[in-house]
Structures are given as structure tokens and as C-alpha cells.
């Protein structure tokens, strides 16, 4: 029973730290996008990135009401960066900062929606 505590500690720890690169991944896509798109973008992805930040917080506070926030912030980061067609261009255009920004949030948000789903689903009533 104790290895199952565990593994549910370990599995709750590395979301957090999932979640916590996030944040910071996300404020080196805001650098980047300032100069790139326009007000109105930059801002909605402004507005995404504080939403995350907010359930961070939470996240950091031990809310368990947190990590279903987050996975639905997860989930729609991801539908709409990979909704993008401008994205895959970035990639086809080789390697660069912005394409390797999209490629590790990408795979980032990826992992944050399985171990916040695996942990969800261990610590489930």
C-alpha cells in the first residue's frame, strides 16, 4: 500500500514540476511573440499564460481543484497551438528558437495532460 502512496507522490510531483515549466516556457513564448504578432494576439496569449499562472498558484497551494483546471488549460493550449498551420512552417523552415519553442511546449503540454490524467485518475474517490 505504501508503494502505492508513492508512486502517487512521485506521479503529483513531476506534474507540479510539468506545470511550473510551463509557466516559464510560456514567458519565453511571450518574449519572443512581442515583436513578432500583433497587440491583440500577443495579448490573448497573455491572457492564456496568466490563466496558467493563476492555477499554478493554486497548484502550488495544494488545491486539488487545480489540476483539472490545469488539464483543461493543457489540453486547450495544445488544440490551439496545433491548430496553426503557421506553426508547421516554422518547423519546415529548420531550427530556430520559435520552432523549438512550439516543438517543447508542444511535448511539454503532452506530458502535463498524461501525468495530470494519470494522477487524476490514481487519486480518483
Known sequence: MNSGLGRVKTLKGTANLLIYASIFLGAVLLIQLFALVPFWLFYSVLAGWIA???????????LK???????????????????RSEHY???QAGLSLASLTFIAGSVLQVAVILTVSSYLLMTRR
Open 52 to 62: 496558467y499562472v493563476i492555477v499554478a498558484l493554486a497548484v502550488a497551494k495544494g
Open 89 to 91: 512552417l516554422l518547423i
Open 65 to 83: 481543484m487545480a489540476y483539472p483546471l490545469n488539464l483543461v488549460l493543457a489540453i486547450l493550449t495544445l488544440a490551439v497551438s496545433l491548430s
